[in-house]
């Protein structure tokens, strides 16, 4: 259980839950300021002159919000957004076919974007700068490539390992940003607005508590709020105290510093190996 807890993989129920929480607007998302200051001069300039946000690259470890960013940046631009991720796509087919749908405007979210494929990412250098595509029609010399126009559009890319981008893909993007570990104050703010959402009664003590123990990671702070929350329906009177905090992450075998089971066997297999 402490592992569903902990690591970044989302069931289709902590997927729901998590969009209920999410913020939707830069002035509802807590902490980052100093990448919500530079994303909305980079929006309102946008809406000012009337044209599409330059293409943004958000970076960072699982769980800080790069797709909330996302989000909310299709959100403050009032443009649709189209979500994929860099694993869906394994041939420059399917990226040909995501752009030649998007409108005018609208915001392509492509998460994981470290992971495609390569013939699809040297398309994205030319739909990324020029706005259009050679599709190319059939096979060997007599191959021919036909040019097609895109709307202009807005790429988001969400990377963990910005790292294993090449240098021609991050030199397209306008506007990158690095997400940073959240201080314990932010994630006591994450808890308590997630808590007034999901109608929880929590103890101040109770707030502090989840957020030493999440790790920095909003998602993590999240998982941990709805597992005490459980554990107070099941075992208490449904509100959450000190007490019933420290009994529940103890049950879910989380430790004062929010290693799981899993991480703390990780760590004891290292020290044996290289102790």
Not at 9 to 30: D, G, K, M, N, W
Not at 75 to 104: N, Y
């Amino acid at each position: 259980m402490s592992e569903e807890i902990m690591h970044s993989s989302l069931s289709p129920e902590e997927i729901t839950a998590e969009q209920a929480l999410r913020p939707h607007s830069l002035q509802e998302f807590v902490g980052q300021q100093r990448v919500k200051d530079q994303v909305d001069l980079l929006l309102r300039a946008a809406r000012e002159r009337g044209a599409p946000s330059d293409h943004i690259l958000l970076s960072g470890p699982p769980g800080l919000g790069k797709t909330t960013l996302a989000m909310i940046v299709a959100s403050e631009m009032g443009a649709p957004i189209r979500v994929t991720s860099g694993p869906a796509i394994t041939h420059a087919g399917d990226l040909a076919s995501i752009l030649s749908s998007l409108v005018e405007g609208e915001i392509l979210f492509l998460d994981e974007i470290h992971r495609m494929a390569r013939p699809a990412e040297e398309m994205l250098y030319m739909a990324m700068e020029d706005f259009r595509v050679d599709v190319v029609v059939g096979k060997g010399p007599g191959a021919t490539a036909i040019p097609l126009s895109l709307p202009h559009f807005t790429l988001v890319g969400a990377t963990t390992r910005a790292g294993l981008l090449p240098a021609p893909l991050r030199d397209r993007f306008g506007f990158t940003a690095h997400l940073d570990f959240y201080d314990n104050d932010d994630i006591a703010k994450i808890v308590i607005r997630s808590a007034d959402l999901l109608e929880i009664s929590i103890s101040l003590e109770a707030v502090s508590e989840l957020g030493k123990r999440s790790r920095g990671t909003p998602r993590i702070a999240n998982r941990l709020l709805r597992r005490v929350r459980d554990y107070a329906q099941v075992h208490g009177n449904g509100s959450i105290d000190i007490e019933t905090t420290r009994a529940a992450l103890l049950m879910y075998e989380v430790d004062q510093i929010g290693l799981d089971r899993l991480d703390n066997s990780i760590l004891r297999a290292l020290v044996e190996q290289f102790g």
